[in-house]
């Protein structure tokens, strides 16, 4: 069983499985946002309150979501690498890190853009899912910054799976205090997500945008997770006859 | 017999010991315990000055003022916490102690809290009434302080943990803790203004009881992990 | 309660054997040993030779639990060190490049402290300063200490714990002949007193006990 699952998780046989599965990812991943983006933008109705602005929920939430899913592989990652040892696990985490900053930022962004009409502001720090995105890219700084600190690998692996598990606990209360804390200045939530109550022809578009971030994210993290297989085994033997018989292209 | 009963006494001992230790080398070094606390003074000083004197203003920032200052300043004492033991090897000695390191750790953080949270606390009415505090809210700003580095001390030993041995100064251990501390400053700074503005505020408290508990709790596993791994 | 942990340590030190089994040891891009292995029973000194940076001291600290090894495990007693970790530390003392004294301190309150980490410690802290031909230096900080004088005290560590275990990284540096002796001598001594030890050094050892040697 365990042997299994270690020849599974041995680095040539990860980068080879990797390059199988991103394509199947990537591809119908692309073909839901395509679709996600006609039905968004031509097919949904427009808000009666936000007129065509809403438009955007159809980034800012796929993104958003997932800015913490990829903090959630990070500390998973991390707390399977730390008590059972499994490198693959510190390397899932590595390649998630400066994608999940990426959605953030992303996140921020189009929330920040969506928040200029409605707020007439570019920034609102009344808005608790806002404010709360902008600490999670700031505890996704801290890891990166941690991870480039460390020289050896095996050593910022490891320390860095500390942080971030340390760093989950804490989304979790900086969500709820932020929350406060806001309901005590304005109260004002306009980035509200639609409920279920939301017309089908909104609704549809934006779970189809949903899952397919979610499948280019994999096939992202795929291709990151090979990178970083390759980067971290450039000294062993596979790779050199990898690249010596010319298939490093791949 | 089993091993666990058996060093109920000496776990005490070894967490007084480190407790002790840390506060007879801060004794001999005042400046460790002094230099923050100047800080905190300073940076109180700063605001008024970039500000202006006038009254409503200064007790409208008061209370973010001096939490601010208050995490900035055991930001920079943090990063003492862990750097003199492992120059000096006295931390490695603590590694391989008999003794269970997340109670050493605790140790050595509940001695940082003392030698920086608690003079803190006790300074922190002069320069609040110089913001033209209330009495009673000044009561609250020392609870909440007392509760806030509590939580700050517990929280930056991870990141010191983490980053001792790295050259890298307080530059990364800010980085890695003022996210994780913003909670923190948020609950604290704005039970303080709730106080002042004579609303509810003991949900703040209790919310940062609750968290100090809890870091008081989980902080010095996490500590003590990141030790070793920092150690390797 | 403490005289319970210490018989602990006692039937564990009757047994007590330190061995290995295909040590593997990764530092960085650099393996620095593979397939390693020993054995160490009461009473034998186990000597790592090597240049500088082969890895002696990497092997030391893997033995006192403070390096993560990449395959293989320490055995004390015939269990993994990392299962017993305590228990095992408790057995041992480690004598490091630097002396893990602190520099503020009086020699007396460095003991102090050592002492109070370790309930078995049996020896009176003047006992071990007569013994080790420091007493005239123990009302003094660590800072004014020459680095000969601090080895020395770091030797204290070793003899206020009765531990069977001693893990000397390097304990001849900075030392003059009569410290070498000194430490022959105390080595010689918990030897022949049923102790352990591992040893490394990049010059020979004269030590009237049985040797292993693991050339790095």
């Known amino acids: 069983m365990w042997t299994f699952f270690h020849r599974l998780a041995s680095p040539p046989h990860i980068y080879r499985l990797a390059a199988i599965f991103a394509p199947w990812l990537l591809f119908p991943g692309l073909v839901l946002v395509a679709y996600g983006t006609y039905g968004g933008v031509f097919v949904a109705p427009t808000d009666y309150q936000q007129g065509d602005a809403f438009r955007i929920i159809y980034v800012h939430v796929p993104a958003a979501y997932l800015s913490m899913m990829a903090y959630m592989i990070m500390a998973v990652g991390g707390g399977i690498g730390l008590i059972w040892r499994i490198k693959l696990a510190h390397t899932v985490g590595a390649a998630a890190a400066p994608l999940g900053a990426a959605f953030t930022l992303l996140a921020l962004l189009t929330g920040s853009i969506w928040g200029r009409p409605m707020w007439g502001t570019w920034w609102e720090w009344g808005d608790p899912r806002l404010t709360s995105e902008l600490i999670l890219l700031f505890l996704y700084f801290g890891y990166m910054a941690l991870r480039a600190a460390i020289d050896d690998t095996l050593k910022a692996d490891k320390a860095c799976a500390v942080l971030a598990l340390v760093g989950v606990v804490n989304v979790v209360i900086v969500h709820y205090s932020v929350e406060w804390w806001s309901s005590l200045h304005q109260g004002q939530t306009l980035l509200r997500k639609g409920g279920p109550a939301m017309d089908p022809a909104m609704l549809y578009p934006l779970l189809a945008m949903i899952l397919g971030f979610t499948l280019i994210f994999g096939a992202l993290l795929l291709r990151r997770v090979r990178t970083e297989v390759l980067y971290r085994e450039r000294r062993t033997r596979w790779v050199r006859e990898m690249i010596m018989a010319g298939q490093g292209g791949k | ?232 | 309660m403490t005289d319970c942990w210490s018989a602990a340590i006692e039937r564990k030190a009757l047994t007590a054997k330190l061995s290995a089994d295909d040590l593997t040891l990764i530092r960085g891009e650099r393996c620095l040993f593979q397939g390693l292995g020993f054995a160490l029973n009461p009473g034998e000194l186990l000597l790592l030779r090597g240049q500088n940076g082969s890895g002696k001291t990497s092997l030391m600290r893997a033995i006192a639990g403070l390096l993560s090894l990449e395959s293989g495990e320490i055995l004390w007693g015939g269990e993994p060190v990392l299962q017993q970790r305590q228990l095992f530390h408790g057995s041992l003392v480690w004598l490091a490049h630097s002396s893990g004294l602190k520099a503020d301190l009086t020699l007396v309150e460095n003991l102090e402290f050592e002492r109070a980490l370790r309930p078995q410690s049996v020896h009176e802290p003047e006992h071990v300063f007569e013994r080790l031909g420091i007493e005239r230096l123990k009302g003094l900080p660590v800072r004014f200490l020459s680095a000969g004088q601090q080895r020395r005290v770091a030797f204290a560590r070793m003899l206020l714990a009765d531990v069977p275990l001693w893990l000397l990284d390097e304990p001849f540096t900075n030392l003059d002949q009569d410290g070498r002796e000194l430490v022959i001598e105390l080595t010689e001594e918990h030897l022949a007193s049923g102790g352990l030890c591992v040893m490394s050094a990049h010059q020979d050892v004269d030590i009237a006990a049985t040797i292993k040697t693991v050339s790095l």
């Open chain 2, 1 to 232: 017999m089993s091993d666990n009963e058996a060093q109920q006494p000496a776990i005490l001992a070894g967490l007084i010991a480190v407790i002790r230790r840390d506060l007879l080398l801060s004794w001999k070094r005042p400046g460790d315990v002094l230099n923050p606390l100047f800080f905190f003074a300073m940076v109180c000083t700063l605001f008024p000055l970039a500000v202006g004197p006038g009254a409503t203003q200064l007790m409208f920032i008061g209370p973010g003022v001096l939490w601010v200052a208050a995490l900035l300043a055991t930001l920079l004492s943090l990063n003492s916490l862990f750097v003199s033991d492992f120059e000096d090897g006295s931390l490695e000695q603590l590694l391989v102690s008999p003794q269970p390191l997340p109670v050493l750790v605790l140790g050595k953080t509940i001695a940082h809290w003392l030698c920086s949270g608690v003079p803190l606390v006790l300074v922190s009415p002069l320069l609040a009434a110089t913001y033209r505090m209330p009495t009673g809210v000044i009561g609250v700003m020392m609870l909440t302080l007392t509760l806030g580095t509590v939580c700050l001390s517990l929280l930056g030993s991870i990141g010191a943990a983490l980053t001792v041995g790295l050259n890298r100064g307080t530059a990364l251990l800010s980085l890695l803790i003022l996210p994780l501390a913003m909670p923190v400053l948020l609950l604290g700074a704005n039970t303080v203004s709730l106080a002042a503005d004579n609303e509810m505020y003991s949900t703040g408290i209790w919310a940062l009881g609750a968290y100090a508990v809890a870091a008081l709790s989980l902080s010095p596993y996490a500590t003590a992990a990141a030790l070793r791994i920092s150690n390797e």
